[in-house]
Every structure is written in structure tokens, then in C-alpha cells.
């Protein structure tokens, strides 16, 4: 830990004490000296090939981490940000033991490239490569400090180039929003590798757009100045604590190397550029500084250079000794291990209840359960409650603080539940309207959410369900009508789940707001309040469903018909026909893609001989397409006639009723199949 660290109570004056310079520059130099070991290594081949360079970001990193207390406020800093890391207290061992690719228990063990920090001890949850998904993200936390009422403030950290990312003025406009306790520091160097502040950010400089969000502070420092920077860091931080709102800090500083080991800045840069670079180093700068100050001797400060010097030796020596990480373990950590609470009651006899409706009283029941479940996303709250009205009314019943709206913008629904997953203190339950507006959060929910415990080696994990409506049958056109399955499920981390009626998509809901790993939960437009099929008795509060469990719909001996979602109801109706004519048909339900129920689908194979693969999206590189392949490989010397294939045409699904038709499954073009197949 800092020996310097101040709180929250201490005032401006003690930046300036001697002593407190003193570590400050102990700090700075630090960081220099471990970039410059690392450019070392990477020359010498040990181990690593990559080194992004950190020199002229020393000073903001070290001062930043100094408003912080470690361990109880949150981090999340971009890949620049080593001085701050090691500032609040990381150990330098264990950076470079990232930057060597060695196993360690912080900064993902060898999963991630070096400088993606990971921190448990120091709430430094795990960065990815990346750039601005961390605004988002940080956002989140500041909420769910804000819900709880915690005495913490947020710091998010970028360079000028992440903010043109969208997430970053998503972010702030959330956090303007609900006044979160949030400080922004975007460390501008001019440079977004080769491209300039110009050709980045109208007016060169973002601080003038943040200033544009009411109830957002912008502060321009120069950060390569130490009462400059230190007075705006205080301003910013102080705001946070009071609960005054988000501050964006922007600091000036120089990129005095090349964006990575694998750039060359003079293809870009001028000989004038590299100059003027070099004489704003902060290091030499800020020591100049501390000499002019008469606040150490020229001595004085190379003895802390040398005791820095030391102490980079050693931790790059001992960062070396340490072992590969084991090869047998890298499958570890795609998912946290759950087992879903054991059911303790049968159906309920009583009346059928529609699909809508038994989603609603899952997540009412688990709600009742666990006070950390929240609801949130776009138009959820209040009487409308989605606008499927499967939330309808959970606001009056549990708060405004577990069921609440947010904007229109997916990446911030997403960018939020991953942030309050990660405090640990919320499991949160977020919608997208509709799967076909998913795209602009995929960014979020695949390079981020899907791979958390995976690439922090099982340090941290975002218990995090997304709900959306997808599907089509319901005259949609091509926004309306999507079928995303495979999308997700092709996507290592994500749990992906298609209830197809209402006793199991109860079940299901409450398994995965319950489980600890990243869920997508599917559910089709046309099934919300079908009755025929869809309709069941109401499970008990205690039955659960655990996921990679498929159903047996049908018992049939000639032909295995493998579907899930809207397909099984249609499956089940083409069986009941076909029964009539002799053939005997064997539905099996999925129910979940992720995990994948094999030993159900190899049974009822290895039993009919004779298999159909029934899917309503497009079959091209589908679930059927995947399946059809797990089935060759296991069971081909069982299989009778070749696998059949059902799916839609490769198209969009258009808005006309006869369109739409020509493109999807129907009941006729499914029986015809069955036919054939029966008949081969």
C-alpha cells in the first residue's frame, strides 16, 4: 500500500508536503523504469514480444491512484495506466509477471495480453483490449455503489482515442444522469496511435464536448505539471465523494514512445513531433520540479531512483523464475460452477398459465427471494413493463431502484449490468426490446461479458441474464423477426437458453437469474401467450430447471425430430398428423443450446435410426448444421438415411403475411419432409 495515501478528509495542502512529493516521485520513477526493463525484455526474446509504452503517462497514473483508497474504491484503467496500478498497490511482481505471460493469481494468469489489469484485492476488475468498454462498465459500478448507499467513488481511465468510441459518451450521459460518484481521466497524448487529436475529436480536445452533458465537470490540466494536475485530480475526486456528479479530467501529456513495441512512431511523426515530445517528459519535468522547489536534493532523488531501480530488478528476476501457466488448465474457468437449488414441488394442477405470465412470476419469485435481482432496461418500469409487459407492475411491487428504465441504447443496458454484476452486490436482469437491436451491444456482451471469468482465471465473475424477445410468425419484417441463436451460442461463456412453453420457461428463468454465469434467455414473441400448446400449469416456487436437460415432447420410434423454441409446437402438431398415417415421431426439446443436452439427442438417435433437424432460422452455419455434425461424428453407424434438415430460406423475413411465409418452416413443408424421410 501507498505510505502516502490520502483520504477523503485530507486537504489540498498535504499534496504539497515533502514527503508526500518525495513517494510521489518514487512512484513515477517506478513505472519509468519497469517500461524501460520491459523494452529490455522484449529485445532480449524473454518471454513477451509486446510492450505498450507508458512513458510520458507516469505523472497522471501515480497522482491519480493517490485519490483512491485501495480496496474499497473501484478501478478500471485502460492499458496505459501502469503507473496508476502500481501507485494504488499492485504488486510489480505480478505486472511483470503479466507482461512475461507467467502464471500469477492477478491480471488473468497468461489469459490476456500484458497490461489488461486484473486486481481482487485492489477492486481493479478484469480490462480487456478493448477501447472505451470499460466507461460503460465503470458506469455500472457507480450505480450500484449509488443503490447501496456505499461511501465509493469510481475511476475510468482511456486515452483520447477511446473517446470517440460511442460507449464513452453513452457513459456519460448516464452518469449525468444519476450524478454518479464518477471521475473520468482521459489521458491525451495527442495520439490515437498514427491518428491526431484533429482527426479524432472536433475541437482537438473531448473536454470541451463533455462539458456539453449538464452535471458533468470537465477539467484540462496539463499533466505533465504537478500542481496543475494534482489540484484538478483534487477537484474531481472531491466532486465524487460529495456526490456532486461525474468529472471528466483531461490531462495533457506526451506519448514519448511508440504506441506498442510493434510501432514506429517516425512513420507518422516528425522529427519536430519526437522534440516536443521529449521536452515535456513529466519524469524529467516534475523532477526538475521537486529540485527547484528545494524539496530534495539532485542526490536525494537519485538515491530513490536507484532504490526504484532495484526493485524493478528484482521483481523482473523473480517475475521470470516463476512457471508457464499449466497447459491442463486451460479449459478452467469458462463458467463458474452452478447447480440450480433442488426442486422441492411437482406442476401445479391448476389453471394453465401463458408464457408472458410465468416469465413475470419466475422473476417475481426469485426477486422475493434475493433482494440483489434488478430488473432494468428499455421502457421495463412502471405500467408498461416491456413492451410485452412481461415486467409490468414490478416497480410498484419492488422499488424504482429494482425495476428502472434506462436510455435507449443497448451498450448501456449491457455496459450497466455487466458493472453491477461485477460489484458483486446485484445480480442484474437486463432486457433488450427486441434480439434484433442486440447488434450495438455485442461489443459488450461477447468481448466483454461472455469472457470475464474466463480471462480473469476465475478471479471475477458477472452473474448477468439478458432477456430478449426474438423470433418470427409474428408478420415483423426483417427488425422484428430475427432468430440470434447461434449467434450466442457460438460464443464461448454464455450460457444461451429458448424455453418453448410456460411451465419451463418459468423453470428456466428462475435457474438463470440464480446462476452465476452469463445468461441469454430467448424468448419467442409468438409463444408469449399462445395457448394451445404454450399454456401450461404453473410450476411451484420451488421448481427449478437445470440447464442442458432436454425434453422428450413426443415418444416416437421411426423418426427423431431435434428442435427448440417455436418449432416444438410446431413439431408436436406434425407428429399428432403423421401419427394418423402410422408414422411414429419422436419430439425432443432442447430447451437449452448452451449446455447442450448430447446424451438426450444421441438416445433418441441410436432409437429411431432416422433424424430431422428442425430450426426456424436460416439453416446456413445453424444449431441443425452443428448438431447434424456432433451426430455424424457419434452416431453415424446408427443412422438409417440421412440427416434431414429443416430451417428457413437465407433471407431477411419480410413484412407481407405471404412473404414471410415463403421464407420460413411451415407445418405443410415440415410433414412433406417427415414424409420423405420416413419413406427413405
Same mark, same amino acid.
Given at each position: 500500500m501507498p505510505s502516502s495515501l490520502l483520504s477523503p478528509a485530507d486537504s489540498l495542502d498535504s499534496c504539497f508536503s515533502p514527503s508526500f512529493i518525495r513517494d510521489c516521485f518514487s512512484?513515477?520513477?517506478?513505472?519509468?523504469?519497469?517500461?524501460?526493463?520491459?523494452?529490455?525484455?522484449?529485445? =532480449?526474446?524473454?518471454?513477451? $514480444?509486446?510492450?505498450?509504452?507508458?512513458?510520458?503517462?507516469?505523472?497522471i497514473g501515480t497522482l491519480a491512484a493517490k485519490f483512491l483508497i485501495p480496496g474499497k474504491d473501484w478501478a478500471f484503467p485502460y492499458y496505459r495506466d501502469r503507473s496508476f496500478v502500481l501507485s494504488l498497490g499492485c504488486s510489480l511482481e505480478e505486472i511483470f509477471a503479466s507482461f512475461l505471460a507467467k502464471k500469477s493469481h492477478s491480471h488473468s494468469s497468461g489469459r490476456m495480453m500484458p497490461d489488461h489489469y486484473s486486481d481482487l484485492r485492489l477492486r481493479i476488475p478484469v480490462q480487456s483490449s478493448v477501447v472505451g468498454s470499460q466507461f460503460l462498465q465503470a458506469v455500472g459500478m457507480a450505480q450500484a455503489i449509488?443503490?447501496?448507499?456505499?461511501?465509493?467513488?469510481?475511476?475510468?481511465?482511456?486515452?483520447?482515442?477511446? @473517446?470517440?468510441?460511442?460507449?464513452?459518451?453513452?457513459?456519460?450521459?448516464?452518469?449525468?444522469?444519476?450524478?454518479?460518484?464518477?471521475?473520468?481521466?482521459?489521458?491525451?497524448?495527442?495520439?490515437?496511435?498514427?491518428?491526431?487529436?484533429?482527426?479524432?475529436?472536433?475541437?482537438?480536445?473531448?473536454?470541451?464536448?463533455?462539458?456539453?452533458?449538464?452535471?458533468?465537470?470537465?477539467?484540462?490540466v496539463d499533466g505533465t505539471n504537478y500542481p496543475d494536475t494534482i489540484e484538478g485530480l483534487h477537484r474531481a475526486t472531491r466532486r465524487a465523494r460529495c456526490l456532486e456528479g461525474p468529472t471528466v479530467l483531461v490531462?495533457?501529456?506526451?506519448?514519448?514512445?511508440?504506441?506498442? $513495441?510493434?510501432?514506429?512512431?517516425?512513420?507518422?511523426?516528425? *522529427?519536430?513531433?519526437? =522534440? *516536443?515530445? =521529449?521536452?515535456?517528459?513529466?519524469?524529467?519535468?516534475?523532477?526538475?520540479?521537486?529540485?527547484?522547489?528545494?524539496?530534495?536534493?539532485?542526490?536525494?532523488l537519485e538515491e530513490i531512483e536507484r532504490k526504484a531501480h532495484?526493485?524493478?530488478? @528484482?521483481?523482473?528476476?523473480?517475475?521470470?523464475?516463476?512457471?508457464?501457466?499449466?497447459?491442463h488448465t486451460v479449459g478452467a474457468h469458462l463458467f463458474?460452477?452452478? @447447480?440450480?437449488?433442488?426442486?422441492? $414441488?411437482?406442476?401445479?394442477?391448476?389453471?394453465?398459465? /401463458?408464457?408472458?405470465?410465468?416469465?413475470?412470476?419466475?422473476?417475481?419469485?426469485?426477486?422475493?427471494?434475493?433482494?440483489?435481482?434488478?430488473?432494468?432496461g428499455q421502457d421495463v418500469a412502471g405500467g408498461k413493463g416491456g413492451v410485452f409487459g412481461v415486467t409490468r407492475d414490478m416497480t410498484k411491487r419492488f422499488g424504482k431502484e429494482r425495476c428502472f428504465n434506462t436510455p435507449l441504447a443497448e451498450s448501456t443496458i449491457v455496459g450497466l449490468a455487466i458493472g453491477m454484476?461485477?460489484?458483486?452486490?446485484?445480480?442484474?436482469?437486463?432486457?433488450?426490446q427486441f434480439c434484433d437491436y442486440s447488434w450495438t451491444a455485442m461489443n459488450q456482451i461477447m468481448n466483454e461479458l461472455a469472457s470475464i471469468h474466463y480471462r480473469s482465471a476465475g478471479v471475477w465473475s458477472a452473474p448477468v441474464t439478458i432477456r430478449m424477445p426474438y423470433g418470427a410468425y409474428i408478420q415483423g419484417g426483417p427488425y422484428h423477426s430475427q432468430r440470434v441463436e447461434a449467434f450466442f451460442a457460438h460464443c464461448p461463456g454464455l450460457k444461451v437458453v429458448l424455453p418453448s412453453n410456460a411451465a419451463d420457461a418459468k423453470r428456466l428463468i428462475k435457474t438463470a437469474v440464480s446462476?452465476?454465469?452469463?445468461?441469454?434467455?430467448?424468448?419467442?414473441?409468438?409463444?408469449?401467450? =399462445?395457448?394451445?400448446?404454450?399454456?401450461?400449469? *404453473?410450476?411451484?416456487?420451488?421448481?427449478?430447471?437445470?440447464?442442458?436437460?432436454?425434453?422428450?415432447?413426443?415418444?416416437? @420410434?421411426?423418426? $427423431? /425430430?431435434?428442435?427448440?423454441?417455436?418449432m416444438t409446437m410446431f413439431a408436436e402438431e406434425v407428429a399428432k398428423t403423421l401419427e394418423k398415417e402410422g408414422i411414429s415421431i419422436e419430439v425432443i426439446d432442447l430447451r437449452t443450446l448452451v449446455p447442450l443436452d448430447q446424451e438426450t439427442?444421441?438416445?433418441?438417435?441410436?432409437?429411431?435410426?432416422?433424424?430431422?433437424?428442425?430450426?426456424?432460422?436460416?439453416?446456413?452455419?445453424?444449431?441443425?448444421?452443428?448438431?447434424?455434425?456432433?451426430?455424424?461424428?457419434?452416431?453415424?453407424?446408427?443412422?438409417?438415411?440421412?440427416?434431414?434438415?429443416?430451417?428457413?430460406?437465407?433471407?431477411?423475413?419480410?413484412?407481407?403475411?405471404?412473404?414471410?411465409?415463403?421464407v420460413l418452416p411451415s407445418k405443410e413443408s415440415i410433414e412433406q419432409k417427415l414424409r420423405d424421410l420416413y419413406r427413405y
Open positions: 512512484s513515477v520513477m517506478l513505472a519509468r523504469l519497469a517500461n524501460e526493463k520491459m523494452g529490455k525484455l522484449v529485445l =532480449q526474446n524473454k518471454g513477451s $514480444s509486446f510492450l505498450l509504452d507508458t512513458k510520458g503517462h507516469e505523472l449509488l443503490f447501496e448507499g456505499r461511501k465509493e467513488i469510481v475511476y475510468v481511465s482511456s486515452g483520447e482515442g477511446g @473517446t470517440s468510441q460511442g460507449d464513452f459518451h453513452e457513459a456519460l450521459n448516464y452518469a449525468a444522469l444519476h450524478a454518479l460518484p464518477l471521475v473520468f481521466v482521459i489521458q491525451d497524448n495527442g495520439w490515437a496511435i498514427s491518428v491526431t487529436s484533429e482527426e479524432q475529436t472536433t475541437g482537438g480536445c473531448i473536454g470541451a464536448i463533455a462539458s456539453g452533458y449538464p452535471g458533468v465537470a470537465s477539467i484540462v490531462a495533457k501529456i506526451p506519448r514519448i514512445g511508440p504506441h506498442s $513495441s510493434s510501432d514506429d512512431p517516425q512513420k507518422y511523426k516528425t *522529427e519536430q513531433d519526437l =522534440q *516536443e515530445d =521529449q521536452a515535456r517528459d513529466p519524469v524529467a519535468l516534475f523532477r526538475s520540479w521537486i529540485q527547484t522547489e528545494g524539496i530534495a536534493s539532485g542526490r536525494e532495484d526493485l524493478v530488478e @528484482t521483481a523482473a528476476s523473480q517475475a521470470e523464475a516463476l512457471s508457464e501457466p499449466d497447459v463458474s460452477p452452478y @447447480t440450480p437449488p433442488a426442486s422441492s $414441488s411437482s406442476l401445479s394442477e391448476g389453471e394453465p398459465i /401463458v408464457m408472458v405470465d410465468a416469465i413475470r412470476e419466475g422473476l417475481v419469485e426469485e426477486m422475493e427471494k434475493d433482494s440483489s435481482i434488478v430488473l432494468f454484476g461485477l460489484s458483486g452486490a446485484f445480480r442484474p436482469v437486463a432486457e433488450i446462476d452465476p454465469n452469463p445468461v441469454i434467455f430467448l424468448e419467442h414473441k409468438a409463444l408469449y401467450r =399462445q395457448r394451445a400448446f404454450a399454456a401450461r400449469p *404453473e410450476p411451484g416456487k420451488e421448481e427449478y430447471l437445470p440447464f442442458g436437460k432436454a425434453a422428450c415432447v413426443k415418444s416416437g @420410434t421411426d423418426i $427423431s /425430430v431435434i428442435t427448440y423454441g417455436m439427442i444421441s438416445s433418441s438417435v441410436r432409437k429411431t435410426g432416422k433424424v430431422c433437424l428442425l430450426q426456424e432460422a436460416s439453416l446456413f452455419l445453424g444449431i441443425g448444421a452443428e448438431i447434424a455434425a456432433q451426430i455424424a461424428e457419434r452416431d453415424f453407424s446408427y443412422l438409417d438415411a440421412p440427416i434431414c434438415r429443416i430451417g428457413a430460406e437465407g433471407l431477411p423475413v419480410p413484412y407481407a403475411k405471404s412473404l414471410e411465409r415463403a
